[in-house]
């Protein structure tokens, strides 16, 4: 398991509790968030958890998420850190860029054929789904209410992804099944308990 953590007003979370998210989930950081006109990226597997203060700089001020990642399909490589591009300017009317939190074990066979994630997957599907739709409105369709529920249908309740267009709207799927905290959204909480993995694995 992973954790999504999302900044609504661009300010960064209780550094104590990043550090012990950080630590249950070391496996790579990914950053997201929208500048003139365009989703921006920031992927590392961080050394030390100051590489993870320093990029947290890099959004600005502006609203932003993030995702430590624990690996549970596909490889430890900065490639399979999230977010994940679902469809860029070049194909679509805008960027769109997705997170998740959660397991999708129905690509379970195509993650062990591939070596790929399942969230790698997922995003991959999303991708040559928008092509199809075509670049006029294939943003659109996908971050439509009728999509965005029949998605949520297929990764039902436990899995939560958040996407990122380039106008800078987040887009949830389950977004209840997280938990709001003043400014901040989490994906769980779980991720705050310290030896978490230890505890776990016991």
């Given at each position: 398991m992973c954790i999504i953590v999302h900044?609504?007003?661009?300010?960064?979370?209780?550094?104590?509790?990043?550090?012990?998210?950080?630590?249950?989930?070391?496996h790579g950081l990914g950053i997201m968030w929208a500048e003139n006109g365009r989703v921006e990226t920031y992927h590392e597997i961080p050394a030390s958890f100051e590489a993870v203060v320093e990029a947290m700089a890099m959004p600005d001020g502006r609203p932003w998420a993030m995702h430590f990642r624990w690996v549970t399909r596909g490889k430890l490589t900065e490639k399979q850190c999230h977010p994940f591009e679902v469809c860029s300017v070049d194909t679509a009317s805008g960027d769109l860029w997705m997170m998740h939190n959660g397991t999708m074990n129905f690509m379970d066979i195509e993650c062990k054929l591939t070596g790929k994630s399942d969230t790698q997957l997922f995003a991959e599907m999303l991708r040559r789904t928008v092509r199809r739709m075509g670049p006029e409105d294939g943003l659109e369709r996908i971050l439509s209410k009728q999509t965005m529920e029949y998605l949520r249908s297929q990764v039902g309740a436990f899995n939560k992804l958040l996407f990122l267009d380039s106008l800078g709207d987040f887009h949830f799927i389950n977004h209840k099944a997280g938990v709001t905290?003043?400014?901040?959204?989490?994906?769980?909480?779980?991720?705050?308990?310290?030896?978490?993995?230890?505890?776990?694995?016991?």
């Open positions: 900044s609504m007003t661009g300010e960064i979370p209780d550094l104590n509790l990043l550090h012990t998210a950080w630590k249950n989930n070391p905290l003043g400014k901040f959204w989490f994906s769980n909480t779980y991720s705050f308990q310290e030896g978490y993995r230890d505890k776990a694995e016991a």
